[in-house]
């Protein structure tokens, strides 16, 4: 957390977010006002809310919006979800992988819908 205060950067990009202590760095960027991307690998939205950290996440509104990402016979596709329809898409199995994208708390950071 001293490079975040003392190096001042505008994103930081985070890759396999999982841990409390991931959790824990996240929320200190966002609440320094440092904007945050993070990645999460997952099978489908179902499974990212039943792991504890992110569920953790989603549950203080840390996740903007969520890149599904799947590939099929060597094409990758994509699809955006906002945070309250990611919610009620994780009562279903989508079978894809998941990028969690967050926001910062005061809302200047990246969001999609």
């Known amino acids: 957390m001293m490079l975040v205060?003392?190096?001042s950067p505008e994103v930081v990009v985070a890759d396999?977010?999982?841990r409390p202590e991931d959790?824990?760095?996240?929320?200190e960027a966002l609440h320094a006002g440092v904007r945050v991307?993070?990645?999460?690998?997952a099978l489908d939205l179902r499974d990212v809310f039943a792991r504890p950290v992110l569920a953790e996440l989603a549950a203080e509104g840390m996740f903007g919006a969520y890149v599904l990402l799947s590939r099929s016979g060597g094409v990758v596709r994509?699809?955006?979800v906002g945070a309250d329809e990611a919610e009620a898409e994780?009562?279903?199995s989508s079978g894809c992988r998941s990028v969690?994208?967050?926001?910062s708390p005061n809302g200047d950071g990246v969001r999609h819908a």
């Open 23 to 27: 959790a824990y760095a996240l929320k």
């Open 5 to 7: 205060r003392s190096m």
């Open 78 to 80: 994509h699809r955006v």
């Open 100 to 103: 969690p994208v967050i926001r």
């Open 90 to 92: 994780a009562r279903k």
């Open 16 to 18: 396999e977010i999982g």
């Open 37 to 41: 991307v993070a990645t999460a690998h």
